[in-house]
């Protein structure tokens, strides 16, 4: 089973930037939906971005919504999310989650729920402030 490993948490000024990485165990991470999740102290996991098994689709929660994007890289087994214009409200754990998914179902018409995605990571914090 693919294991997840998340990087690239830390803490960062409102309006700066963060790229986080997942690294997965296996290969063949071409045939897998990527998303990303967060959540903040006294809240639900909240769905951030997604991209599915063919990369033809990409959905992003509103409260991302054209700050950040999603990206894979199947050579390194891993996938990315850059955050920019970051704002305090976006302090929370990012986790990340993938699923194989030959058939096509996960991130095709939106946001998938966290209860689709099989394989997580531990999770890296991300805090804002000044």
């Known amino acids: 089973q693919v294991q997840l490993k998340e990087s690239g948490g830390g803490l960062v000024q409102p309006g700066g930037s963060l790229r986080l990485s997942c690294a997965a165990s296996e290969q063949n991470i071409e045939y897998y939906a990527i998303a990303w999740f967060r959540q903040a102290p006294g809240k639900g996991r909240e769905g951030v971005a997604c991209q599915s098994m063919s990369d033809r689709n990409q959905y992003y929660g509103d409260s991302v919504k054209g700050r950040s994007t999603i990206s894979r890289d199947s050579a390194e087994n891993a996938f990315h999310l850059q955050l920019n214009s970051l704002k305090p409200e976006d302090t929370a754990v990012y986790y990340c989650?993938?699923?194989?998914?030959?058939?096509?179902?996960?991130?095709?018409?939106?946001?998938?729920?966290?209860?689709?995605?099989?394989?997580w990571g531990q999770g890296t914090q991300v805090t804002v402030s000044s």
């Open positions: 989650a993938t699923d194989p998914d030959v058939l096509m179902r996960l991130c095709i018409h939106g946001l998938a729920p966290e209860s689709e995605y099989s394989r």
